[in-house]
C-alpha cells in the first residue's frame, strides 16, 4: 500500500486499525498458549511441587531458588551433566550436519548426469516423519535384533553394544542425527551455492586458484550468512530435540545422553505415582534460559537482523 | 585426473544416497517380510519372493485394538483441526504483517519472533498441568488447542514473506474495483497465495500427526481418543512388536504413507520456501 | 460525467514534499494530463485523486461532491494502473466483470457490459484467457476494459502506456484518444513522457518537484511556458537556450551573448537573461543572409524527422580581439532542425533567428512576458 512510514502516529492508526483486529487471534494464542506457560513454569520451578512430599501435589509451597541451589550444588545432582550433554548434544550434531551439508552440496554443485534424481532420494529421510524414523532407528541400534549389528556380523565385525556405553551411545545418536537433518542442510547450501555467479570461479581460476582456494575464497564467504543462520537454527532445534534422546537411549546409559529436556519429562511424566513437577519446570526454565541466551549472543555478534520490514 | 573426480563424485553421491535410503528400505522391507526378525542370523537384505507376505498389514489394519481406523480418525481429528485453525491465524497474521503499517509493527513482530524461540517441548508441562486444572485431559479440545499453536508463527511469517511479493497495486485496483480492505484480503489477496497456503497448512498438520510427547501426557486414560503415533509407540514396545518388527514397520508405512505423498506432491513448494528464507538470510 | 477540481493539494513527507500547494479544475469530459519528470509528484497527486494517498493539506472534489474522507471504493473512479494489475487467477472475462460482481449486478447484465467492452477494445478472443498468456499490449486493453466498464465519474491513468513496445505504443495512444471522445468523460493521464502529453491532452498540466508550474492547452504551452523549466521540457527537440546579458545600445536595449544580438523590447535595465528558442525557429543558410551569423557545423544528429545540427558560432571580432578569437571568448552554440544530410561536420553555415519566436527568461528561470526581440531596430 502507500508508504506510511512517514506519517503520524494518529494518521497511522486511523488508517491501519484493522491490522490489530486480524492479530488479535494471535496474540491470545502467544500469550495463553506461550508467554503465560512460561511465566507458569518458572512459577512452579520455585515452588516444591511434587518435591515436597505427599501433600505437596495439592499444596505445594513457594520455597525460592532452593531447586536450583540444590541442582547446582548437591553431589548428586545431574544439572552439569545436563548442561555438558545438552551443548554435546547440539554442538556436536550442528557441526556434523554443516560439515556433511557442504560437502555433499559442493559435490552436487558439479554438471552431473542425474543430479536431480540424486538429490530427490537424498530428501528421503527428510520427508518421512521424524518420530516414526527414529523409532525405527532405535530398534536398528539394538545390540541382539538390531539390524545395524547384523550387517557388521555379516561382513565380519563384531557386533557393538550402542546403547551400553556412553561413546558409543552419542555415536548413534549423532548418525541418527546426521541422517534425520543432512538433506534439508544439502538442499540449503546447495541453493545458495547455485547463487553464486560462476564468473567469480572463472576468474579465481584464470588467477591460478585451485579448487580448495576457490572453495575458501569464495564460496564459504558468500555461504557465510547461511552458514550462521542455519547453523544457529540447528543448534537451537537440536538442542531441544526430543525424540532422538528419548527413543533410541533415554538418556542413558545412565544419565551419559540425557539432556534438559528429556530429564524434565522424566521427572514430569514418567516417575509413576510421584512426578516431580518442581525440578521437571526448574530444567525446562534453565533450557530456556540457555537457548534465549545463545540466541541473543548469536544475533548480537553477528547482526542477524534482517530489515525485511520495510 | 578429470576421470577420477567424476567417479569419486558419483561414489559420494551413491554413498549418500544408500545411507539416506537405507532405513526406509528396511522398513519397507520389514514390513512385507515374513521372517521372526528377533534372531541375527535372519537378517536378509533382499528376501526371496516367497518370504513376503501382506500379513503384517493385515493384522495392523485388523487385528488391534484400538483399531488402526480408530488411531487413524483420532489423528486425523486433531492434525486436521490443528492445521485448520492453525492456518487461520498464519494467514491473518501474514496479511496483517504484510500490508498493513501499523504502529508497534516493528515491536510486534520482535515480539513473536522472540516467542517462537520457546522450544515447543517446554511446555508440555505447563500445558499439562494448565489444562488438568480446567479438565480438559483426555479431550479432543484440550488437546486440538496447544497444537493449533505450534507453527503460527512460523506459518505466519511465511504467509507474510509470500505476500509481501504479491505487488500493493493488485490490491490497489482491487479497492478501486470497489472492495473494502477486508474483502480484498479475502476475495483477491488469499486465493493469490493459495501455494504458500497449502504449504503452511501442510506444516500445521504434520507436527500435531506425528507427535506423541504431548499426546501421551494427555490422552491418558481414554484409548478410544489415542492417535496414531500413540498406537506406533506401543506396538514398538511390546513384546508382539519385538518379535515381529514387521508389524511395526507396517504400521509405520501406513501411518506415513499421507505424509510422504503430500510431500512428494508439494516437494518444488517446500524446498522453493524453505531456500528462499535461507538465501536471504 | 463531472470534473475534478484541486485546492491546495499538499501531501509532505517527513523528508520531502511531493505536493506542493497543487489547485486545478479539470472539466468534465476533458482529457487532462499530468506531465512531470520522475519524483515530480505526478502520480501522487492521482492517487490523492483516487483515494490511494492522504493529502496533508487541501481538498479534493469530485463534481461537486468533497471526497476528502471517501475511501477509493466510495469515490466512483476508475484506475487504469502502470502495471495493469490484472487479477493474475482469475480470467479476462473474470477480471472485467469483477466490479460489477461485487455490486451484484445480475448476470445477463454482466455478461453484456463485459463482452460490449471486449469488442470495442478487440480483446474479444482473449476473454477466457488468463492474465499470463497475453501480451503487453492487450493486458493493457484488459486493464482499460476493466476501468471502463465500471462506467465510473472520470478516468485516472498512472502512465499506462509506459510499458509497452514504442510501436504499440503509437497506437495505443491514437487508440486511447478515440475511446475518449467516443466515451466523452473526464480523463486524468499521467505520464514523463511530453510527446505522449502533447498529442493526447486536451490540457497539460506540467509539473516540477510537486508544483503545478502551468496547466494550459498544449499549444500554450509550448507557445507562451510559464517558465524555463516548462519551455525545456516540452517540445522536441529540446528548445536552445543562450544565457546572456541586456545591453544599452543607444536608447535601446539588445541582448547579447557572443556573435548574437537581438534588439530587445520590454526590458527594464542591464543584467543577466537568457533567450530561449527552439530548434525550428533557427535558420541554416549556406550564403549570408541578413544579419546572419557565421557558424560551424560541430555535430549532426539524425533522428529522422527532427535531425538536428549542432553549430558554433564564430565568435565576433571585437576591439580588444581583432581577429575576432581571444581567450575570454566562450563560445556560443546552438542546434537547429534540418534535414541531416545537407550538412556535414565541419561545414560553414549563417546562422539566423526568428527573433519574433524567442522567449526570454530571468537567471532564475521565470518568463519575462513582456521582453521580446526584433530585428527591426526600435
Known sequence: MADLRDQSLRFRLRREWPAYIYL???TVVLLVLNAYPIAYTVYISLTDFGTGGPHSYLAYRYIGLTNYYTGFTTGASISWSLIENSFIWAGGSVALFLIVGLGLATVLNQEIRGKTVYRTLMMLPWAMPAFITIL???NMWQYETGIINGLLSQVGVAPVDWLQHPTTAWAALFVTNVWLSFPFYTVVFLATMQAIPKELYEAASIDGAGSLSKFVHITLPYLRPTIIFVGLMGFLFTFNNFYPIFLITSGGPGVSTQIFITQSYKDAFELGGSPAFSTAAMYSVLDFLFVMAITFIVIWRTDLTRNWLK | MRIAKRVATHVILIAACLFALFPIYFIIITSFSTLPIASITAHVLVPKPSQLTLASYHAILYDQSPSFASLLENSLIFAGSAAAIGLGLAAFTGFALSKFQFPGRRTFVYFILIISLFPGFIMILPFYLMFAKIGLIDTYIGLIIPYSAGAVVFSGILVKNYMDSIPDDIEEAALMDGLGRTEAFFRVLLP????????????????PYTDYALANVFLTADPTKWTLALGLYNIANTDTGQQNYGLVTAFAMLMSLPIVAFYMAFQR????????????G | MTGIRLEHVTKRFKTETAVDDVSAQIEDGEFVVILGASGSGKSTILRIIAGLEVQTQGHVYIG????????PRDRNLAMVFQTYALYPHLSIYQNIAFSLKIRHVPREEIDRAVRQVAARLGISETLERRPAQLSGGQRQRVALARAIVRNPEAFLLDEPLSNLDAKIRTTARIELKRIHSELKQTFVFVTHDQAEAMTLADRLAVLNHGRLL?????????SDPASQYVASFVGSPEMVFLEGNVVTKGTAFAFVDGPVELPLMGTGGPGQITVGIRPWDVVLTRESRDGGLLGRVTGVERLGSSDQIFIDLMPAPSAASPSGRGPETATVSLRALARAYDYAVGDSVYVGLDADRALFFDPQGHRLESVTASYRPA
Open chain 2, 269 to 280: 513448494y517446500i524446498i522453493g520456501g524453505l531456500t528462499l528464507g535461507a538465501v536471504r
Open chain 1, 24 to 26: 488479535i487471534p494471535t
Open chain 3, 64 to 71: 461537486d461532491m468533497l471526497v476528502d474522507d471517501y475511501e
Open chain 2, 192 to 207: 493469490l497465495c493459495l501455494p504458500i497456503l497449502g504449504l503452511a497448512a501442510f506444516l500445521a498438520f504434520i507436527g
Open chain 3, 214 to 222: 502551468q496547466f494550459d492547452t498544449p499549444q500554450k504551452i509550448m
Open chain 1, 136 to 138: 525405527v532407528w532405535d
